[in-house]
């Protein structure tokens, strides 16, 4: 099977149109068409079922899918190690994560890393944590590191381990420096939380609905980085990882409310990859340098967890 062949397929897959794929492929619809057709001869089964509101894959056709996207993913690293070894450039990481792992704990991560190799480049995508396992199923990126409640399919964990949410308010807050206190005390105050399609909020639904605690926060949001600023000025308090707020905590601009109750909204964290793919030495690399941080105690919990 020919790579522009392979790639040609993989087009309409992603658009369900032979001519939106050829749109976006800047050649002709009948060249795509004339390719698709010779793989379907070459495989003697159909890769695509057509339907009037466009093309569906087949069995056969996802099949394929997922060996071509490989295939196209290790060529392309193939040619951009060999054309790095006389180049500036050691490795380009393409990152999806979700975001509360955007505000802090990732760009530490890439900044460290860099501070020992400065030629490597990141590409850094802030996503959903369903889009985060579909980016890394797809080949959008190379890893994926996302807060899980079950076990993802289509994907290789490369690790994982649970994690605890802590609750976070102004420094000024009542609860701050009182000590443990009980989720009882805590829905007391105000509360401000992330939206319905993250995890902590579904965690949080679940915990509230077994203490039939009925809640009903000050703001909800898509933006984890505009909670915390509410909470900062101590609007509310919200919930959060250690690692998704370490710095902020360690510079004073927001503190830990210790809860009694230390399994509160506990979350699996997973570092992702694709299936059956060989990842660039450089990405391995990467990964193995977060999963150091992360296996130090100091720097998950809080020092008084």
Request: hydrophobic residues 40%.
């Amino acid at each position: 099977m020919q790579q522009s062949a392979l790639r040609y397929f993989l087009e309409v897959a992603r658009t369900g149109s032979v001519s939106a794929a050829a749109d976006r492929l800047h050649v002709a619809a009948s060249a795509v068409s004339r390719q698709i057709s010779k793989l379907e001869e070459e495989l003697g089964s159909p890769l695509f079922e057509r339907r009037s509101r466009g093309m569906t894959l087949t069995h056969a056709g996802r099949l394929l899918e997922s060996y071509a996207q490989r295939a196209t993913l290790e060529s392309d690293q193939i040619v951009s190690e060999i054309r790095e070894l006389n180049s500036a450039t050691r490795g380009h990481i393409r990152l999806g994560v979700t975001e509360g792992l955007a505000v802090s704990f990732i760009p530490e991560m890439i900044h460290a890393f860099r501070t020992e190799r400065p030629q490597v480049l990141f590409d850094l995508k802030v996503l959903a944590p369903g889009d985060v396992v579909r980016s890394v199923q797809d080949g959008e990126v190379d890893i994926g590191i996302s807060f899980s409640l079950s076990p993802d399919g289509g994907v290789k964990v490369q690790w994982q381990q649970p994690m605890l949410a802590y609750a976070i308010a102004s420094p000024d807050h009542p609860l701050v420096g009182r000590g443990p206190v009980s989720t009882t005390e805590l829905f007391e105050y105000p509360i401000a939380i992330l939206d319905d399609a993250t995890t902590i909020k579904k965690v949080l639904d679940i915990f509230c609905a077994t203490k039939g605690i009925t809640l009903a926060p000050v703001v909800s949001s898509t933006n984890i980085a505009s909670l915390l600023s509410f909470c900062r000025l101590g609007g509310a308090i919200t919930f959060s990882t250690y690692i998704s707020v370490r710095r902020a905590v360690r510079d004073g601009h927001i503190a830990i409310v210790p809860l009694k109750e230390t399994s509160f909204l506990k979350r699996n964290l997973q570092i992702q990859t694709m299936l059956g793919r060989t990842l660039p030495q450089s990405a391995q690399d990467f990964i193995a340098f977060v999963v150091s941080e992360l296996r130090r105690p100091e720097a998950i919990r809080p020092p008084l967890a």
